[in-house]
């Protein structure tokens, strides 16, 4: 069954990079159609899409964030990396990594369990 | 980017009724919207997508309708392992957007 996994500081300090990994089984990241999302949630808000990447390396980003934000995969390792940089307390959020499926464009099907990033001095 | 507007933000309602929740987008989406469920301290688990497309291992008492910029997320009888926050989101473009959420209590 698939599953997905975030890892990553629990605390960072206002203008650090924040570093995520999610380490995923169950599927492939190199099979035709499939993607790796993040999403981050606020606490007490709705959910905020960040960045996508699907199997052939295309990436999108939230434009409203795109200018920090990187994504990238390690197919090889069942692993995709996001990062954020220069983040402030506004960033502090639930983080989630999600598995998009194939034939369906952007519709997250499994989550992860997610990681609380504080950012706090 | 489209906008998602979801109604209403909050209500309660008592095991057995009907409950139906509403989203609205900005523009026409085709059928490219999904509902998730989530309660506290757990991801959202996707429930319904391409609008009224049940979810493998989802109750069938949980139903979804609608087409353009106007969709509808019903609950047929209410149960007590119901009670969570719902969301829709619109699948259709990039970026992806969430409706603001509906917390649902039970009676």
């Known amino acids: 069954q698939i599953t997905l996994r975030e890892s990553g500081p629990t605390l960072v300090k206002p203008t650090q990079t924040l570093t995520l990994t999610c380490t995923f089984s169950?599927?492939?990241?190199?099979?035709?159609?499939?993607?790796v999302g993040w999403i981050r949630q606020p606490p007490g808000k709705a959910p905020e899409w960040l960045a996508i990447?699907?199997?052939?390396?295309?990436?999108y980003y939230n434009p409203s964030l795109m200018i920090r934000l990187a994504i990238t995969k390690d197919t090889s390792k069942n692993q995709v990396v996001l990062t954020m940089t220069n983040m402030d307390s506004v960033d502090t959020a639930t983080y989630y990594c999600a598995h998009k499926r194939p034939g369906w464009d952007l519709l997250f099907d499994f989550w992860g369990q997610g990681t609380l990033v504080t950012v706090s001095s | 980017d489209i906008q998602m507007t979801q109604s209403p933000s909050s209500l309660s309602a008592s095991v057995g009724d009907r409950v139906t929740i509403t989203c609205q987008a900005s523009?026409?989406?085709?059928?490219?919207l999904n509902w998730y469920q989530q309660k506290p301290g757990k991801a959202p688990k996707l429930l319904i997508y391409g609008a009224s497309n049940l979810e493998t291992g989802v109750p069938s008492r949980f139903s979804g309708s609608g087409s353009g910029t106007d969709f509808t997320f019903d609950i047929s009888s209410l149960q007590p392992e119901d009670a969570a926050t719902y969301y829709c989101q619109q699948a259709d473009e990039l970026p992806i957007n969430f409706g603001q959420g509906t917390r649902l209590e039970i009676k």
């Open positions: 523009q026409d989406i085709r059928k490219y």
């Open positions: 990447i699907y199997h052939n390396d295309n990436k």
């Open positions: 169950g599927f492939s990241l190199s099979r035709s159609g499939v993607g």
